[in-house]
């Protein structure tokens, strides 16, 4: 199974809002609803961020949205904070008991 | 608060073998899907294997199909991850993950992860 495709690296001010791509096919991303993405700092394990494309677990702040049209799935992060700066990773089931993970984007906040 | 806690890591040579374990607490084991991830030093996560409630569901990534094997105690509350012929390219820190009650839901607790490194 190949990885979902996201950009290597995206950024932003302060304040401001980025968005990351997370590209399957039509047999994972767009074919399910279980889409999920993960925040990892240097270091430290992931923590679930977004599931089911636009949920978000408690605790999770709302400046983090998801969405999905077609085979990309995205993740808009609005009023950029220091603390968000970390790896992104995208999921999707992909069918047959598989799981795939995206390749990862490096947020930057400038 | 749910813990999960992996061990097993180390320095192994080429084509040898090594069993991690993760020790889960704080929620009824049984009831959920157990995954293993990986992380190569520098790159992205990779998912290797889950296994469901009782044990009976077991797939796994194609690049380690037929070298690792999962497993599970829910009488230890434990699940771990047999690796053999073990290859330069399984260098990685290995995370276990609680899923849900599906293989579809997400990975919503992590351990710490273990370091397992293969070179002679």
């Known amino acids: 199974q190949s990885a979902l495709t996201q950009p290597p690296s995206a950024s932003g001010s302060p304040g401001q809002s980025v968005t990351i791509s997370c590209t399957g096919t039509?047999?994972?991303?767009?074919?399910?609803?279980?889409v999920s993405w993960y925040q990892q700092h240097p270091g430290k394990a992931p923590k679930l961020m977004i599931y089911e494309v636009n949920k978000r677990p408690s605790g999770v702040p709302d400046r983090f949205s998801g969405s999905k049209s077609g085979n990309t799935a995205s993740l808009t992060v609005s009023g950029l904070q220091a603390e968000d700066e970390a790896d992104y990773y995208c999921?999707?089931?992909?069918?047959?008991?598989?799981?795939?993970f995206g390749t990862g984007t490096k947020v930057t906040v400038l | 608060e749910v813990q999960l806690v992996e061990s097993g890591g180390g320095l192994v040579q080429p084509g040898g073998s090594l069993r991690l374990s993760c020790t889960a607490s704080?929620?009824?084991?049984?009831?959920?899907?157990m995954h293993w991830v990986r992380q190569a030093p520098g790159k992205g996560l990779m998912w290797v294997s889950p296994?469901?409630?009782?044990?009976?569901?077991?797939p796994y990534a194609d690049s380690v199909k037929g070298r690792f094997t999962i497993s599970r105690d829910n009488a230890k509350n434990t699940v771990y991850l047999q690796m053999n012929s073990l290859r330069a390219e399984d260098t990685a820190v290995y995370y276990c993950a609680r899923g849900g009650n599906y293989i579809e839901n997400p990975f919503e607790y992590w351990g710490q992860g273990t370091l397992v490194t293969v070179s002679s």
């Open positions: 039509s047999s994972d991303v767009g074919n399910y609803n279980y």
């Open positions: 296994i469901n409630s009782d044990g009976s569901v077991t």
């Open positions: 704080g929620f009824t084991f049984s009831s959920y899907w």
């Open positions: 999921s999707s089931y992909a069918g047959g008991n598989k799981v795939v």
